[in-house]
């Protein structure tokens, strides 16, 4: 079991205290709620969509770090992409919180998204870091809230 | 008083001695689940590869000897409770099952259309959940006693919330998520001299005092042997006398009958009415066993070692700047929960795991407390007869620890 410390690096605990893209946007094309009951993690996601390109995205809540600088770092991440690439991204940050993928040795485009990878070994931990990226999934596919129960 | 002999106790607990993360683990989450010590692991594995049969039903001195210790632990947990008589003991799997035991037998009897029960603000999700269901069952209402800031039941206006509707009073002995000592005495006073039967969730007082349920005169008081240095899936309920004889069974099954045909069925006086199927027989005989070790060591020296580690882990941790003690009252168990300004327990409770230090970081079933208190979730640590305080310089460290990670 690695060191929880590692997953607390200065990049998670910077976006933790100052997450970006923090807010609500209106208008919005696209919306929804997440929530983590077991902890509390809680975040609404709004995102303005144009021509299949997500060209804004803002979300407020409260949670843990891990959930928040999650979040921050997704929107920073997929701001300017399009659906499509968000969702190659998403798949590829569930597999690798979750053991499956392994960025340094497989192909992906995590980026700086790799950063997450220690919680891998913390599975407690693994909902609040997905969390961000299931509501995402949420919004993009029409339903309005997400749950990682 | 001669203290407790720590070193000679945590012997008994291979868990506290073998290496987790490098040093042996601090185990700071008996409010969740306590530890068994060997010899009562040792007295529940004689009784599976030596003893066991079912109870009640046999013609074999093997069956006879079961059901002679099954029924000796019940006179155990009596004793535990100062209970009047044994009869009065009922075995469960646990404080939840009892609870909703009492709801559904005795609350069905008891709450209808328009009642009210009353709850205290300080209640697990046990106390709060069966009641919800009953009062929906019955389209009843609840109401709760507010508590202070500082984690402490308001006792001034409580007999002004009890109406003629109020129907049952539900409280906790001790709140889990603050360590607040009720003071069930009082309540159960009040509640009684305006004819309302008290429901006393005892879960997370057995460990930490001496129960007397005559004293306290409570009409039901219920517990959990895992929370208690016994195994899991085995509790108690006690109940007064006259409710015991007036409620319905609650399951239905072998063992809790008399006789059995197409036509008729008779049940069992109590406490066996309320006991269908077969019990957990090496789990109840593991609890007596749990009992009897508690006993061995002595509930006040228990007491008094918890109050020291409480009182000391208190003054260290309100050391730490941006640190808030959660739970204040005067008159406290070894339960401490805290909050750290801008840090979510969850990844408190992280660090303190990669440290060796088991807490526990969430609601802790105890959701409108936390919304009361207006946080998420607390990190809590609570303190057994077997932790130290070194185990307490464990916690502080590692809490210190967290602030220099997260600046």
Redesign the interface.
């Known amino acids: 079991?690695s060191?929880?410390?590692e997953?607390?690096q200065q990049v998670i605990?910077e976006h933790n205290?100052k997450p970006r893209n923090f807010g609500r946007l209106e208008p919005h094309t696209h919306h929804a709620d997440g929530n983590n009951p077991?902890?509390?993690d809680q975040l609404e996601l709004t995102l303005f969509v144009k021509d299949g390109i997500i060209e804004e995205v803002r979300f407020q809540g409260?949670?843990?770090?891990?959930d928040v600088a999650s979040a921050s770092l997704m929107t920073t991440t997929i701001k300017g992409r399009s659906v499509e690439e968000a969702g190659v991204l998403a798949d590829q940050f569930r597999a690798m919180v979750r053991g499956e993928l392994d960025p340094a040795k497989e192909p992906n485009v995590l980026g700086r998204l790799s950063l997450f990878q220690g919680v891998k070994d913390?599975p407690?931990?693994v909902k609040?870091a997905v969390l961000p990226w299931a509501t995402l999934h949420s919004a993009l596919h029409g339903e309005e809230s997400a749950s990682t129960e | 008083m001669i203290p407790l002999d720590v070193a000679k106790v945590r012997a008994d607990f291979p868990l506290l001695t073998a290496p987790f993360?490098g040093r042996p683990m601090v185990y700071l989450d008996s409010a969740v689940s306590g530890q068994m010590p060997q010899p009562v692991v040792e007295r529940m594995s004689h009784y599976q590869s030596f003893e066991h049969t079912n109870v009640h039903r046999g013609v074999s001195t093997l069956s006879q000897e079961a059901t002679d210790r099954f029924e000796e632990a019940r006179e155990k947990v009596r004793g535990l409770l100062n209970a009047p008589s044994v009869k009065q003991v009922v075995w469960t799997r646990g404080t939840t099952e009892a609870l909703n035991l009492v709801a559904q037998s005795f609350g069905r009897m008891r709450v209808g259309a328009g009642d009210e029960i009353l709850l205290s603000a300080l209640e697990h999700h046990a106390n709060i959940v069966p009641w919800q269901l009953l009062a929906e069952e019955r389209g009843a209402s609840i109401k709760v006693i507010p508590m202070t800031d500082d984690g402490e039941l308001v006792m001034e206006g409580l007999d002004g919330l009890i109406t003629e509707r109020t129907r049952i009073l539900g409280v906790a002995h001790v709140s889990n998520a603050l360590g607040t000592i009720n003071p069930v005495k009082e309540i159960v006073a009040v509640a009684h001299a305006r004819g309302v039967p008290v429901v006393v969730d005892g879960a997370q007082a057995v460990p930490h005092l001496q129960v007397d349920v005559q004293d306290l005169d409570c009409d039901f008081y219920a517990f959990s042997g895992h929370k208690l240095s016994g195994p899991t899936g085995i509790g108690a309920l006690y109940g007064k006398k006259e409710h015991l004889q007036a409620m319905p069974p609650w399951h239905g099954g072998g063992n809790m009958i008399l006789s059995v045909t197409w036509e008729k069925t008779t049940f069992m006086p109590y406490p066996g009415k309320f006991e269908a199927g077969t019990p957990p027989i090496a789990a109840a005989i593991g609890l007596g066993a749990a009992i009897d070790y508690l006993k061995g060591l002595g509930f006040e020296r228990i007491a008094a070692h918890e109050h020291d580690l409480l009182q000391y882990a208190t003054a260290e941790l309100e050391r730490i700047p941006d640190l808030r003690i959660l739970g204040r009252a005067r008159n406290k168990a070894a339960v401490l929960s805290f909050a750290l300004d801008?840090?979510?327990?969850?990844?408190v409770g992280?660090?303190l795991?990669?440290e060796g230090v088991v807490v526990r970081?969430?609601?802790h079933c105890a959701q409108p407390v936390?919304q009361r208190l207006g946080v998420?979730?607390t990190t809590r640590a609570s303190f057994a007869y077997f932790n130290t305080r070194e185990d307490v310089d464990a916690l502080v460290a590692a809490v210190w620890k967290v602030k220099e990670?997260?600046?």
Request: proline share 8%; hydrophobic share 40%.
């Open positions: 079991m060191d929880p410390r997953l607390y605990l205290k077991l902890c509390g409260h949670g843990c770090a891990i913390l407690v931990r609040c | 993360k801008g840090i979510h327990p969850h990844d992280t660090i795991d990669g970081a969430g609601h936390m998420p979730a990670i997260f600046g």
